[in-house]
């Protein structure tokens, strides 16, 4: 058996040639989303950081990647601070710690210890999932090794279950939840032209499950319409009275239309939409992974407020997918909300990780993080004691 070996890919250039072995190793680990794949991290460097030097330490033994690290560098603190971080932000998750089910505990060992050793600026990681099994891996032989860190919680996230046996879960629902769903829905259905929409790619389309429910065929050319029309009710809510619907952010439309034609390709997402007629009252876009959704966008048009149309969409949502066996969890990534608090499941708590490499820049850097924490965390407990 060959010995354990660590390359570091210095940019996206260098790394192309080996995409294949990239997207094996991330459907090898931890369930991840499927735009934590080669193709959505290219498009996520060129929409977001076309200039940014991109460092990937990997670990292999023969031709099988074992474990990987993408890293972005730029800058934060106003252009002062020069960190490395997941290729990842509010708009996406494109890029993530990459580690093998299957690997020993040297492959990681030797990715702690690279990354440790390299000549990389200030670790800054926000959003992990400490509890996952390769985050626990990699904090542990860090604490190991000597790898200076700090792990600060940012915030909650819901991960809500799908039911098996949707009738028997409905139940067992709180008096006031069931009774407010029961409501929304026979109004919802007096509506002229109610329906739910659930566009799929058409290897993964399953029939519809509700009188009210349309399954339709999601195609690369029907993206950018359909997608249109969820981010057009989105734009009606406040966001877009705020500039920050996806229709009003600069370059956000073309990304995530790129984004969703190449993961429609793969039967990696889909579109679920709640209508009335012509208008969308509410949508989810998700992605499809093996046995876990992932929302990556909500939104809702607030001329159908009155009838809770988020509420009403996860409702529709979870029959369906206690019905096809599409997926057992919703992941929802995002901080948790009113919307994503009321269904079964669990929570979990991502964090920010801050770690520095064995020189003096970045464990000066780091010191002075964590005084400013500790400040910030005292000033705090003595205005709550006023």
Not at 66 to 92: C, E, F, K, M, Q
Not at 129 to 153: I, M
Not at 346 to 374: H, Q
């Amino acid at each position: 058996m060959a010995d354990i070996a660590v390359q570091i890919f210095r940019s996206l250039g260098e790394l192309t040639p080996y995409a294949a072995r990239y997207d094996a190793l991330a459907a090898a680990g931890d369930p991840l989303p499927p735009t934590v794949r080669f193709e959505p991290l290219a498009d996520f460097l060129h929409a977001f950081a076309p200039k940014a030097k991109l460092t990937t330490v990997v670990v292999s033994r023969d031709e099988r990647w074992l474990a990987a690290l993408p890293l972005v560098h730029g800058r934060i603190a106003r252009g002062l601070l020069p960190v490395a971080r997941l290729p990842s932000n509010d708009w996406t998750h494109c890029g993530d710690l990459l580690l093998d089910q299957a690997a020993e505990p040297e492959a990681l060992a030797a990715l702690v210890g690279q990354v440790r050793r390299a000549k990389l600026p200030l670790l800054w990681f926000n959003g992990i999932d400490h509890a996952a099994p390769r985050w626990t891996q990699f904090l542990a032989e860090g604490a190991r090794v000597g790898l200076a860190r700090n792990l600060a919680p940012q915030f909650e996230v819901a991960r809500i279950t799908v039911p098996r046996d949707f009738v028997a879960v409905r139940a067992a629902w709180s008096r006031n939840l069931r009774q407010k769903l029961n409501k929304l829905d026979r109004k919802s259905r007096e509506l002229p032209g109610f329906r739910y929409e659930v566009w799929a790619a058409p290897d993964d389309l399953r029939e519809a499950t509700d009188p009210m429910e349309i399954a339709r065929p999601l195609t690369r050319e029907e993206v950018a319409p359909q997608l249109g029309r969820a981010f057009t009710a989105e734009d009606r809510s406040w966001k877009g009275a705020a500039g920050t619907s996806v229709l009003r952010a600069p370059g956000i439309w073309e990304f995530h239309r790129r984004q969703a034609e190449s993961l429609t390709v793969r039967a990696a997402l889909q579109l679920h939409l709640l209508c009335v007629g012509d208008a969308v009252m509410s949508f989810a876009l998700m992605l499809r992974g093996p046995r876990v959704m992932y929302p990556v966008k909500i939104g809702y048009d607030e001329a159908f407020s009155q009838h809770s149309p988020g509420l009403l969409l996860f409702f529709h949502m979870l029959r369906r997918l206690a019905a096809t066996g599409e997926a057992e969890t919703i992941d929802c990534m995002g901080p948790i909300s009113d919307l994503t608090s009321r269904w079964p499941g669990e929570r979990y708590t991502v964090s920010r990780l801050v770690a520095a490499p064995r020189r003096i820049l970045p464990r000066m850097t780091l010191a002075l993080y964590r005084g400013w924490r500790r400040l910030k965390i005292t000033r705090g407990s003595n205005a709550a004691q006023h």
